[in-house]
């Protein structure tokens, strides 16, 4: 069973800054996916940043490129989301999840957004942006 623990959440200031780590140990995988997902209160959970193993091709949602970028540290079996500019409505929940299918495409694979695919969780890292 893979397991996922995430880590660095917390309370930051607006415009602030924070990266959160999730480090996945189990069975491991020869190409895989891991993303982060996030839930603020009354919302429905949403796709955040994801990346590809072996490639280590991204993806993100629209609204926050350029402020969230996800990397990963292979050695570690970790994958990092550093979050600069923060605001307010980025108060959320954010979890980690790892794909052990991801889309293979002309040579290369590429990870899903959809949370449907993704076949494990962390139990989730509180991140609180005060204005």
């Known amino acids: 069973q893979v397991q996922l623990v995430e880590s660095g959440g917390g309370l930051v200031q607006a415009r602030g800054s924070l990266r959160l780590s999730c480090a996945a140990s189990?069975?491991?995988?020869?190409?895989?996916?891991m993303g982060w997902f996030r839930q603020a209160p009354g919302k429905e959970r949403e796709f955040v940043a994801a990346?590809?193993?072996?490639?280590?091709?991204?993806d993100y949602a629209d609204s926050l490129k350029g402020r969230f970028t996800i990397s990963r540290d292979s050695a570690k079996n970790t994958v990092y989301l550093q979050m600069n500019s923060l605001k307010p409505e980025d108060t959320a929940v954010y979890y980690c999840?790892?794909?052990?299918?991801?889309?293979?495409?002309?040579?290369?694979?590429?990870?899903?957004?959809?949370?449907?695919?993704?076949?494990?969780w962390g139990q989730g890292t509180q991140v609180t942006v005060s204005s």
């Open positions: 999840a790892a794909d052990p299918h991801p889309r293979y495409y002309r040579g290369s694979y590429y990870p899903h957004s959809s949370a449907r695919e993704y076949d494990y």
């Open positions: 189990g069975p491991t995988f020869t190409t895989y996916s």
């Open positions: 990346i590809s193993w072996p490639d280590s091709n991204t």
